[in-house]
């Protein structure tokens, strides 16, 4: 006896230390994880790919991006200016930036002029490498022409204007944003829309930080809305993102949680009408959802919101084993004797335990970072409620129950009339015409590996960010090309290689790229076409040329030097310039050498980026979205051959405890349980998704646990039977709250669970008819 | 006392032959486009540039046509024809050989063609979005001074001066660099509908 209150005092001090390891955890900064990438899986072959779809990510997910917009061109200008203004104020932005970038064009000529007798345009050097290169047309074209776009440059030094026309082609800007009055902007049919950027202070991911800035934004959207014609306002950026996904999985742990355990306390009522296990039975469940957040934490630097929201759901679940526990001693009576009673309790508890750890366990197989936290977490969260079950209740609820259990009537009469109606021929034939029902369901089911599954975008954000997109005319696609090289020159020669074949597409599928040999060609590049122009416009034909155009003698000296110079221009002294700047994250130096980021504006479907990198080394097509539902299918596939794995397992575990007839008869509600709800799947044309896949392994480990219970308890024993009843309800109302998730994934999980949980529990009675009880 | 009338008279805009103001400009070209949609004329454009021995001189026709843009055709020194649509260019040289680029081809190609229209058909109010408007003169013998608004257009030039009366007969250019182009458009003809050759040019039928 001793002994046992030394181990209920011990655990009761651990669940301390774990409740304040976590209370201090969630003090400092939010251990909340609401980076959506985060919950994607390492999908590239190479720590460098991971690495390029972070920096891009980054570069990109840094900022929050708004287009302010008003009918009138002025007025959506002096919004911005004023909407920005009001974020700069607010303290919760680094920088925010409403001037548009001047991209000076005086420095960009002075930069590349040195380096002109390298630098041609594709189209240039087309032109030149045919045989009969038109050289007085095209100088005379040149001078003529009635106006200019993009940079001008000196005749004097660019006389064909091959420097003017690799100026224009410099993809600085591939977005229909156009500077106005100092402001980038673009018009649609009925507003002027002015861009406004704005870099957060602090981590995006971070809710303190989300919180400053949703709040520094809605009163600078307020500002806007007062004015006489009011001006509107579209957002995008990870922190709207993060933030409404963190908003979104608090609410529906508020619901989840907070309903669960309402509907707990309410149905646990009405079989106890006592306080104390209601109490005791909330406080193992307490004690699991401690324990469980704490291995979380301290495994994990951060906790995944869909493990919250999913952990909230597993209340139902984690007190059924206190329900039975106090369903025994109701059973009782005033001949309780708490020892003899866990004792008899125990097998049946471990069993149903093991089974959903079983479960539970098959979620730990996937390579998803998030399900595998919520493996962890109802690995450990079932595992110390049930604990809890057997080293405290024995110790706390010692005494017999004031309650005779006089409200047991009804689920007698259905224990009763279940019993006296249905012989084992009536539920073999049950079963059979259930499965024969599901069958057409089952021709009926496809399957679905989209990555949205895993990240929930609220309909509002992704609506602003389409228009945005659609306004502004970049994607930032998550599709690019990574080009590995030893050094800088290689680097830039392969990805040549790429570009040429990129070109090839522009106009079908694709409407830019941008690459760093746009800007800066490869030596050898550089030295070939400055050999074209050696041949081609010798300064012994193109003097006499200048002369006549009526340029100054000084151009002809200009063009004598330029073609023997040796000038190279190279990656770093380009890297160097301001101009690089927005560029800078498409460079990367790894141990192995230099690696370049190509990346693509508006690539449709229609690309195959696999086939573009194909037989070009070190040239590889990265498509984040791609790789994850590539996995995402493997998984779903690898799940199908699991599953039947998982019940051999399941119905090992019982057939150790009840042997082979009786552990079938407990296994086949539940097997009938998950064929009815494949079939309801095919019926209503839902698509079957890895999600779903586990989810069934889930039904599998969690539904057989009402037939292990009926079984352990007998027919005579009407208490232990409402106690059956009372734990399906819970763990039903939770997953039925969990089917309200906006998670995708979590949605799959409990609609499949309360469709095959509930059929598993109606169920549940055939296993005493077919096995009968334990002896 | 008469002294003072006559400088209240004068001081008076019904009294005195005072500017036009943009928006009367702008209503007085609509009014004539609406009337006559084609205008044809001849050109004669001289640049006077630093880095040249003399001025560069070009002559050529043009055809200005409401809503589908400006044919620019060049007689001399080298024949080239430009057709500047809404948002492409189409470049035709001696040979018929024909380059289209599209403004998503060329970033600022837009800008400048939208630029170059609206000085042709001296629309001020397009014009207002990227200059201040410096109106003067009568309505039927106006001059603009238009002054860049800070951004890319004030890097690259510094004034334009533009002068007509039904339509624009002059522009003059200021580059930034001190550089400047001279527009003079002569035998200037309306029209109500385009010729064959110039519908094909626009890429009609």
Redesign the interface.
Known sequence: MRWRQLMAIVWLVLVLAAATHIALRFAGTSPLETDLLAMLPPTEKSATAEAAVKALSDQLGNRALFLVGHAD?DQARRAARSFAARLEASNAFKRVIAK?P?VD?RSLTDFYLPYRSGLLAPDSYGALSRPDFPAE?TL??R????????I?T???LDPFGFLQHWL?QLP??QTRL?????MLTVRDAQATWVLVLAEPLGSTFAGDTQARVIAAVASAESALREEAVPASLLRTGAVFYGDAARASAEREVDLIGGGSLIGILVLMWLLFRSVRPLALSLVTVACGIVFATAAVLVTHDRIHLITLVFGASLIGEAVDYAIQFFAARLDAGIRWQADKGIARLLPGLSTALATSLIGYGALTLTPFPAISQIALFAFTGLATAWLSVILLLPLLARAPGPYEGKDVRLPQRLLRTWNDRVTPRGVIALVLMLLAVSIPGWLHLTTDDDVRQLVARPATLVEQEARIRLLVGATGSSRFFLIEGANDEEALRREEALTERLRAHL?QGL??YTSMSRFVPSAATQASQRTLLQQVLPPDRVAPLLTE????DK?VTAWRDMLSSNATLTLQGWLGTPLAQPFKHQVLTTTNGTVLIVTLSNDDASLDLTALAAGLPGVSAIDKAASVSALLAEYRRLATFWLPFAGLIVFAVLAWRYGFRQGAAILLPTLVAMGMALGLYGFAGLSLTLFSLLALVLILGVGVNYAIFIVEAGERAPAPFAGVLLSAATTLLSFGLLALSSMPALHQFGLLLLIGISTAVLLAPAALTLGGARR | MRRLILALLLLTPFASPAAPTTAELAARMAQRLEQAPVLRADFA?E?A?A????P?Q?HGRLVFARGQGVI?Q?DA??K?T?VLGEDRIV?I??DGIAQVRTA?D????????S??RALLGAQTEALA??FTIMPDGTIDAWHLTLVP????VA??MREIRMSGSRHVERIRIE?ANGDSTTLVFRNLREDRVLLPAERERFGLR
Do not use: C
């Not at chain 1, 156009?178 to 100092?182: E, I, L, N, Q, R």
């Not at chain 1, 155009?549 to 100054?552: I, K």
């Not at chain 2, 880095?51 to 003399?54: N, Q, V």
């Open positions: 061109a548009a001047q064009a047309n005379l074209r001078l003529h022409q009635p106006f200019q776009t993009g001008a000196d005749p004097t224009s600085f800007a156009m500077p106005s009055d100092g106009g409407a830019g155009a009526g340029l100054h151009a | 454009q640049k540039m880095a040249f021995k003399k560069l070009t620019w060049i020194p080298l080239l430009y470049e040289g001696e998503h060329i970033p600022g190609l837009a800008q400048v063609g630029l170059f979005e990227l608004k800070p951004g890319p890097q690259a580059e």
